[in-house]
């Protein structure tokens, strides 16, 4: 069964950092997509991130170009997402997720993601 265990997260300041990861279950012999997405309260769940492990491609939602840093380390299993220069509006829960089949072209479209992570809050204070 496929697993993503998240970590991270947590309470910063507006300009501040953080880091999330996202620990899976499973080898990515074949390319993968794997993704960080968020919700705030009441809004629809939206793609912040993804990278696709065969080649290494990654693709960014523009509200998160420059600032966001999407990474995935073969050897540990794990994703991860550096978040530098947060802003409040960035506040929201945020998922890990992974695509079943193939996947060589990152994308943030939800409904791609087949296994999803249990979700960490991210809170940036103004």
């Known amino acids: 069964q496929v697993q993503l265990v998240q970590s991270g997260g947590g309470s910063v300041q507006a300009g501040g950092s953080l880091k999330l990861s996202c620990a899976h279950s499973f080898y990515t012999y074949s390319s993968t997509c794997l993704g960080w997405f968020r919700q705030a309260p009441g809004k629809e769940r939206e793609g912040v991130a993804s990278l696709s492990t065969g080649g290494g491609r990654t693709y960014y939602a523009d509200s998160v170009k420059g600032r966001f840093t999407i990474s995935h380390d073969n050897f540990k299993r794990t994703l991860y997402l550096q978040m530098d220069s947060l802003k409040p509006d960035n506040t929201a829960m945020y998922y890990c997720?992974?695509?079943?089949?193939?996947?060589?072209?990152?994308?943030?479209?939800?409904?791609?993601?087949?296994?999803w992570g249990q979700g960490t809050q991210v809170t940036v204070s103004s």
């Open positions: 997720a992974a695509t079943r089949g193939a996947c060589n072209v990152p994308n943030l479209s939800v409904s791609e993601y087949d296994y």
